[in-house]
């Protein structure tokens, strides 16, 4: 497993499909995270949302239930519902390390969620397959970024030694 | 293992505090939440339960800023300590880069302390990796208690890998900013280890502590974050800004200025910096202690890379999307003044000279790399606006905070992607045919103020901050050649030639009732209003609307109606994804159509009306 390499055009080519799930089930947003709970992409109408923690909890979320299937014999559970009073969220696994969390309200209901992202995760393989063989094409522009990394940190925290 | 974004120039990397119950894992990253400042502040996530003790993780991720032009984030997590939450804690480590240990220096506490990091190891080793490839840094926490080991027995007893350590009091702050670097400092230099090899300079990393000569010429010329032993107060930096450094892309279109560039050898040919070097000041430097180096593994090492061609932003700066260093009011730092957002186009003062022109065509804007152009034929999100050029929803590139969900800036004077309009070569062909009463004028799609889609309130691609105007990714396509075409007064919204505004299946958001969210109404369809009087209804000029010979009309799969609707004349669209859908197939589906009958009609029967209780 390496690290996730996003180019543009990827971005662009997953949100295209992302933007369509979105429209066709009505959901209000969609996230595409990978198993590590970084953010891959993401597409959406709902202000306001911490989508970094939301990455971070629901893959830890997938990952607590994917133990869950273990001890009952199951590899994984490939599809989990939340049901809230006003927003639901559905998480499916897209493929074996990424997981789709879609957020939706009472405006669409989980039949049509389901069925409509069913079909985008098809796409979305297809995609995150030419994503795997993305490699950083780039390099550090610095060798000493690591330094830099740390003198930011100093200037974040001033006061703190 | 980290995540790198181009789309944003973001890398990401995953640190995790892993360390025996109690040993204070939570209480650092309490205090780092506690010690960012206001405006950097980010939630931090406690799973924790009744009594405060970690039950899944602690996470808060931390924002460094733009890094030589990345976006550097950490996420930072915490394991649960106790030891029957193996199971939670082995799921936290997935995918990290970085690993913090932190060791409970009492003296009763040295088994746990022991097991935890054997624990460590062994769940690390579940994920394929070992504490040789993954950056680790031990701080020996809670230093001010009477019965602490010392920390040479601490070295000799714990840290196995003679990786930096560092004295701490979690709970009042000591140690855990010197923890917070070096941890930082080893997991970024492991990324440019791992990924500075093209010419085959790669190059075995040392072990901890063993500082080759080769490793030496990295050394920092300051090391802030030596590990303190004995403990020694770190001297304050002087506040130097990494930025002042960063090449101004106007001033001199220095190698460096774009990374995308033909990448600069000296970068490739300097040998990176190990994560382990902190040669001048580990303590483990005793060449008594010879260790054979470790070495990280190197794909491809030896051999020579194919350095891919960038993909996305390598387009150019005029191609749609620019890259922050290709943007001058993204890329040149914190120093340089950034338009306000929602300003007034700003075209590039130097359209031809951007960073990396040079290298890098930059071609007209074609509506295949054109964020805003080459959406619209592809891909129709409402299918009730045939002949609206409605752009897609603005993906958000993985950039929290982006506001994509706000409401349109009332000052943003016309879309970008209206603007492309003007432009006769970046024409996009649409497969819609326009109902035939419905010109462009009184297409009431056209009018962006309600509608989020025509005029993304935030340039979805920039960065987060002082620059999301979506006039930073209107400079990338249309500089200074394609100016907007003056926006034409408010539209008087006729469906032409529909008696009632068509019932799309999914209608327009709505952004009235709830602020910004847009509101898929439930009363099929609201004509988009301008909400603030100050807002310029936004519509096409008038060269924009397509001849309809020009359309092609792709068979439509829907099953025949038996009736002919309002819909068929619309049309089928397609995107690139393969679904046809028709709008009286999407109409079929729409279990809103389907809830919602019309109010005004009768009830017909004999009994119709009679059980009915709301008459």
């Given at each position: 497993?390496?690290?996730f390499?996003?180019?543009?055009?990827?971005?662009d080519?997953?949100?295209?499909?992302?933007?369509?799930?979105?429209?066709e089930?009505?959901?209000?947003?969609v996230?595409?995270v990978?198993?590590?709970?970084?953010?891959i992409s993401?597409v959406?109408?709902?202000?306001?949302?911490?989508v970094?923690?939301?990455?971070?909890?629901?893959?830890?979320?997938?990952?607590s239930?994917?133990?869950?299937?273990?001890?009952?014999?199951?590899?994984?559970?490939?599809?989990?519902?939340?049901?809230?009073?006003?927003?639901?969220?559905?998480?499916?696994?897209?493929?074996e390390?990424?997981?789709?969390?879609?957020?939706?309200?009472?405006?669409?209901?989980?039949?049509?969620v389901?069925m409509?992202?069913n079909?985008?995760?098809?796409?979305?393989v297809?995609?995150?397959?030419?994503?795997?063989?993305?490699?950083?094409?780039?390099?550090?522009?610095?060798?000493?970024?690591?330094?830099d990394?740390?003198?930011?940190?100093d200037?974040?925290?001033?006061?703190?030694? | 293992?980290?995540?790198?974004?181009?789309a944003?120039?973001?890398?990401?990397?995953?640190?995790v505090?892993?360390?025996?119950?109690?040993?204070?894992?939570?209480?650092?990253?309490?205090?780092?939440?506690?010690?960012?400042?206001?405006?950097?502040?980010?939630?931090?996530?406690?799973?924790a339960?009744?009594?405060?003790?970690?039950?899944?993780?602690?996470?808060?991720?931390?924002?460094?800023?733009?890094?030589?032009?990345?976006?550097?984030?950490?996420?930072?997590?915490?394991?649960?300590?106790?030891?029957?939450y193996?199971a939670?804690?082995?799921l936290?480590?997935?995918?990290?880069?970085g690993?913090?240990?932190?060791?409970?220096?009492?003296?009763?506490k040295?088994?746990?302390?022991?097991?935890s990091?054997?624990?460590?190891?062994?769940?690390?080793?579940?994920?394929?990796?070992?504490?040789?490839?993954i950056?680790?840094?031990?701080?020996?926490?809670?230093r001010?208690?009477?019965?602490?080991?010392?920390?040479?027995?601490?070295?000799k007893?714990?840290?196995?890998?003679r990786?930096?350590?560092y004295?701490?009091?979690?709970?009042?702050?000591?140690g855990v900013?010197?923890?917070?670097?070096?941890?930082?400092?080893?997991v970024?230099?492991?990324?440019?280890a791992k990924?500075?090899?093209?010419?085959?300079?790669?190059?075995p990393?040392?072990?901890?502590?063993?500082?080759?000569?080769?490793?030496?010429?990295?050394?920092?010329p300051?090391?802030?974050?030596?590990?303190?032993?004995?403990?020694?107060p770190v001297?304050?930096?002087?506040?130097?800004?990494?930025f002042?450094?960063?090449?101004?892309p106007?001033?001199?279109?220095?190698p460096?200025?774009?990374?995308?560039?033909?990448?600069?050898?000296?970068?490739?040919?300097?040998p990176?910096?190990?994560?382990?070097?902190?040669?001048?000041?580990?303590?483990?430097?005793?060449?008594?202690v010879?260790?054979?180096?470790?070495?990280f593994?190197?794909?491809?090492?030896g051999?020579p890379?194919?350095?891919?061609?960038?993909?996305?932003?390598?387009?150019?700066?005029l191609?749609g999307?620019?890259?922050?260093?290709?943007?001058?009011?993204?890329?040149?730092?914190?120093g340089n003044p950034?338009?306000?957002?929602?300003?007034?186009?700003?075209?590039?003062?130097?359209?031809g000279?951007?960073?990396?022109?040079?290298?890098?065509?930059?071609?007209?804007?074609?509506?295949?790399?054109?964020?805003?152009?080459?959406?619209?034929?592809?891909?129709?999100?409402?299918?009730?606006?045939?002949?609206?050029?409605?752009?897609?929803?603005?993906?958000?590139?993985?950039?929290?905070?982006?506001?994509?969900?706000?409401?349109?800036?009332?000052?943003?004077?016309v879309?970008?992607?209206?603007?492309?309009?003007?432009?006769?070569n970046?024409?996009?062909?649409s497969t819609?045919?326009?109902?035939?009463g419905?010109?462009?004028?009184?297409?009431?799609?056209?009018?962006?103020?309600?509608?989020?889609?025509?005029?993304?309130?935030?340039n979805?691609?920039g960065?987060p901050?002082?620059?999301?105007?979506?006039?930073?990714?209107?400079?990338?396509?249309?500089?200074?050649?394609?100016?907007?075409?003056?926006?034409?007064?408010?539209?008087?919204?006729?469906?032409g030639?529909?008696?009632?505004?068509?019932?799309?299946?999914?209608?327009?958001?709505?952004?009235?009732?709830?602020?910004?969210?847009?509101?898929?109404?439930?009363?099929?369809?609201?004509?988009?209003?301008?909400r603030?009087?100050n807002?310029?209804?936004?519509?096409?000029?008038?060269e924009i609307?397509?001849?309809?010979?020009?359309?092609?009309?792709?068979?439509?799969?829907?099953?025949?109606?038996?009736?002919?609707?309002?819909?068929s004349?619309?049309?089928a669209?397609?995107?690139?994804?393969?679904?046809?859908?028709?709008?009286?197939?999407?109409?079929?589906?729409?279990?809103?159509?389907?809830?919602?009958?019309?109010?005004t009609e009768?009830?017909?029967?004999?009994?119709?009306?009679?059980?009915?209780?709301d008459?």
């Open positions: 497993m390496g690290d390499v996003l180019y543009k055009e990827d971005i080519r997953l949100s295209k499909i992302l933007s369509h799930l979105i429209t089930s009505a959901s209000s947003y996230l595409l990978n198993k590590d709970g970084n953010l993401q959406g109408f709902t202000p306001k949302i911490d970094t923690s939301l990455a971070a909890l629901a893959a830890g979320s997938f990952a239930t994917r133990a869950i299937a273990s001890l009952i014999g199951e590899q994984e559970f490939s599809v989990m519902f939340h049901q809230g009073e006003k927003e639901n969220i559905h998480i499916s696994l897209v493929d390390d990424v997981i789709m969390v879609l957020i939706f309200d009472d405006r669409t209901n989980l039949g049509l389901k409509i992202a079909q985008a995760k098809a796409k979305l297809e995609v995150l397959l030419d994503i795997r063989k993305n490699e950083f094409s780039d390099t550090m522009p610095d060798v000493d970024h690591g330094q990394v740390s003198n930011q940190i200037n974040i925290f001033p006061d703190q030694h | 293992m980290a995540s790198i974004n181009y944003t120039r973001e890398i990401s990397c995953k640190i505090y892993y360390g025996p119950g109690l040993s204070g894992k939570t209480t650092n990253l309490q205090i780092i939440h506690r010690k960012i400042p206001d405006k950097d502040k980010s939630e931090m996530v406690s799973l339960t009744e009594t405060d003790r970690t039950l899944f993780f602690d996470f808060l991720p931390l924002d460094l800023g733009s890094i030589k032009g990345f976006n550097t984030k950490f996420q930072l997590y915490t394991v649960p300590g106790q030891v029957y193996n939670t804690r082995k936290v480590l997935r995918g990290v880069d690993v913090v240990f932190v060791v409970d220096s009492q003296s009763d040295l088994q746990e302390n022991l097991e990091f054997a624990n460590l190891e062994e769940n690390l080793r579940e994920y394929g990796h070992s504490l040789e490839t950056p680790l840094v031990l701080q020996y926490n809670k001010d208690l009477p019965n602490v080991y010392s920390v040479d027995e601490l070295n007893l714990v840290n196995k890998y990786s930096p350590c004295e701490a009091v979690a709970a009042t702050g000591v900013f010197t923890t917070l670097k070096a941890i930082g400092k080893s970024i230099d492991k990324f440019n990924y500075s090899g093209f010419q085959g300079t790669r190059r990393m040392p072990a901890g502590g063993q500082a080759p000569a080769a490793a030496a010429p990295a050394a920092p300051r090391a802030p974050q030596q590990p303190i032993i004995p403990a020694r001297t304050p930096l002087a506040p130097a800004n990494p002042a450094a960063a090449p101004n106007f001033a001199s279109p220095a460096n200025a774009n990374p995308f560039a033909t990448p600069s050898a000296p970068s490739f040919q300097t990176p910096t190990s994560p382990f070097a902190a040669p001048v000041a580990n303590p483990f430097a005793n060449p008594a010879n260790k054979p180096p470790l070495t593994p190197a794909p491809g090492f051999t890379l194919n350095i891919p061609e960038p993909k996305g932003p390598a387009q150019g700066p191609s999307f620019s890259p922050p260093t290709g943007n001058p009011f993204q890329s040149a730092g914190l950034a338009p306000p957002a929602g300003s007034t186009p700003f075209p590039s003062p130097f359209p000279q951007m960073p990396g022109a040079s290298q890098a065509p930059a071609p007209r804007p074609s509506p295949a790399s054109n964020p805003f152009l080459g959406s619209p034929s592809e891909f129709r999100p409402f299918p009730g606006a045939p002949t609206s050029p409605t752009p897609p929803i603005p993906a958000m590139p993985a950039a929290p905070g982006l506001g994509f969900g706000n409401p349109a800036k009332p000052n943003v004077p879309s970008p992607f209206l603007n492309s309009f003007a432009n006769p970046a024409k996009s062909e819609f045919a326009p109902p035939a419905l010109t462009p004028a009184a297409n009431p799609f056209a009018a962006p103020a309600a509608n989020p889609f025509a005029a993304p309130p935030s979805p691609f960065a901050g002082p620059v999301a105007s979506p006039f930073n990714a209107g400079q990338g396509f249309s500089p200074s050649s394609n100016p907007s075409p003056p926006s034409p007064p408010a539209p008087t919204i006729n469906y030639g529909f008696g009632s505004p068509p019932q799309a299946p999914l209608s327009q958001p709505n952004t009235e009732a709830s602020g910004g969210f847009p509101n898929f109404s439930q009363s099929g369809f609201n004509p988009p209003q301008p603030n009087p807002l310029r209804p936004l519509t096409p000029p008038p609307g397509m001849p309809p010979q020009q359309q092609e009309l792709p068979p439509a799969t829907a099953p025949q109606a038996s009736k002919p609707s309002p819909f004349q619309f049309g669209f397609e995107d690139n994804s393969g679904i046809v859908s028709t709008y009286e197939d999407m109409a079929k589906q729409d279990f809103k159509t389907k809830k919602l009958p019309n109010p009768k009830k017909k029967g004999f009994f119709g009306g009679l059980f009915n209780k008459k």
